[in-house]
């Protein structure tokens, strides 16, 4: 199955939750990363329930916390 | 009041451009822009902006320029080593458009004066550092209904969105809460590239003068993100959160608050 993260598609074996795909993209620590799903928000807590599908647009919002 | 025709001949670049003109330029003489953090961010949003003739340029920030800051902190020089950062970027400003009235608040912005601060102007730029500031800031300009850009860099990598308060999303609609210390490498920790945050703060400018002029196409409801890497610019589309906890309907964050994470990290700056 095929999904879409940060603009890149990316081939998956079957359907995953976003916590797992965190660790797959080497996100170190979901509070690293706010998550949009189809143009939606999630909360933290949806992490692990949420199931991605064929098609689904995910993006990885990383926190940037530097400017000086 | 009219331009002078010094002033018609500084600015004639963009006088002629149909939306500017003169009524725009009187527009962003009339316009009063806050600039939080003086560095990276803020060096060259200043510089541009003082160009432009942005007629109050307030700048806020408590520490001294350091020799690490020079390598992309433009607006300061060697010669200023050990000086107030507001003195240095006042002195610039001065130097390059004498239409401007800086006012420089060399101390640290936190709960209690932040509202006071940002009340005072028309458009807000955070070019600070850390997130606990980052967060106070959005807090503080959705709170007292001020637009504002937020961005934040790393590495190779920059990001921005602006915010209308009430109108558009607020950068706790997209991220909640500070992470947790240590979870999110600072600039003194993993580094920065001069002009990556040169990109970002020339951005943050455009859409100071941008909004001032009154054009459409801010970058709202949006984060622009850029890695100077692959040279990439995306622009992923966000929303107004009806439970974001500060600009949603039933808002918890009623006032500015101060996190335990230092708003003016001496080491982060660095």
């Known amino acids: 199955m095929e999904i879409i993260v940060n603009g890149k598609k990316i081939q998956l074996p079957g359907p995953i939750s976003v916590g797992p795909l965190l660790a797959l993209e080497q996100v170190r620590m979901p509070e690293m990363v706010s998550v949009e799903l189809n143009g939606r928000i999630l909360r933290r807590e949806e992490f692990d329930r949420t199931i991605l599908g064929t098609g689904d647009q995910v993006e990885f919002l990383y926190f940037m916390g ?3 | 009041m009219s331009l002078t025709e010094q002033q018609i001949l500084r600015y004639s670049r963009q006088l002629i451009l149909e939306q500017v003109g003169g009524r725009g330029q ?25 160009a432009a003739g942005i007629g109050t340029i307030g700048i806020a920030d ?7 800051n020079l390598q992309r902190q433009v607006i300061h020089h060697a010669e200023d080593l050990g000086r107030p950062k507001v003195e240095s970027a006042a002195a610039r400003i001065r130097a390059i458009n004498p239409d401007v009235r800086v006012r420089t608040y060399g101390f640290r912005v936190c709960a209690a004066n932040v509202m006071e601060l940002v009340r005072d102007y028309d458009f807000v730029i955070d070019g600070t550092d850390n997130f ?12 007292a209904n001020r637009p504002f850009s937020h ?3 790393l590495r190779f990598e920059g990001q921005l969105m602006t915010i209308l308060p009430g109108r558009s999303a607020c950068y706790r609609c997209v991220f909640r809460q500070p992470p947790p210390a240590g979870a999110v490498p600072n600039c003194a920790q993993a580094g920065v590239l001069g002009p990556v945050a040169g990109v970002i703060g020339c951005l943050q400018a455009i859409e100071a003068i941008k909004f001032l002029l ?4 801010l970058l709202t409801d949006v984060i622009l993100t850029y890695n100077a890497l692959p040279v990439e610019f995306r622009k992923i589309p966000v929303h107004q ?22 708003i003016c990290d001496m080491e982060g700056s660095k």
């Open chain 1, 66 to 68: 530097g400017g000086a």
């Open chain 2, 62 to 68: 408590c520490d001294n320029v350091d020799i690490t």
């Open chain 2, 26 to 50: 009187q527009r962003l003489l009339s316009g009063k822009v806050l600039i939080i953090g003086a560095g990276g961010l803020g060096s060259p949003a200043a510089l541009y902006l003082a």
């Open chain 2, 132 to 143: 606990a500031a980052k967060f106070l800031i959005n807090d503080a300009c959705v709170l």
């Open chain 2, 241 to 262: 959160m009806a439970d974001c906890p500060v600009c949603g309907k039933d808002p918890v964050i009623t006032a500015p608050m101060d996190s335990d994470q230092p």
């Open chain 2, 151 to 153: 961005a934040g860099i």
């Open chain 2, 214 to 217: 009154g054009i459409e196409g």
